[in-house]
């Protein structure tokens, strides 16, 4: 793997707080899925390291929001 997509995906799990090896399955996958057929090859991992961070954040986010709405939701049980 080149030196670019290990500094990819050790960004990505530190950022999202994912286990590197779930980043690099992931990273992998999708960068097969978008170079098949493409023809710039220089960009592919870029893109496929930009989809990796936004399936992980956004995975994040609905966990992040459903814990608060969950406390939120506990509070006014409460009072």
């Known amino acids: 793997m080149p030196c670019a997509d290990v500094g990819f995906i050790h960004s990505i799990a530190i950022k999202t707080q994912t286990p590197q090896g779930t980043v690099s399955r992931m990273y992998g996958t999708t960068l097969a899925e978008i170079g ?3 023809k710039v090859l220089d960009y592919i ?3 496929a390291a930009k ?3 936004r399936e992980r954040f ?7 929001m459903s814990r608060a709405e969950m406390t939120r939701t506990a509070h006014l049980t409460i009072e």
Do not use: F, H, P
Request: proline share 0%; aromatic share 0%; charged share 40%.
């Open 51 to 53: 989809r990796v961070r």
């Open 45 to 47: 991992a870029l893109l």
């Open 36 to 38: 098949e057929g493409a």
């Open 58 to 64: 956004c995975r994040d986010k609905v966990i992040l």
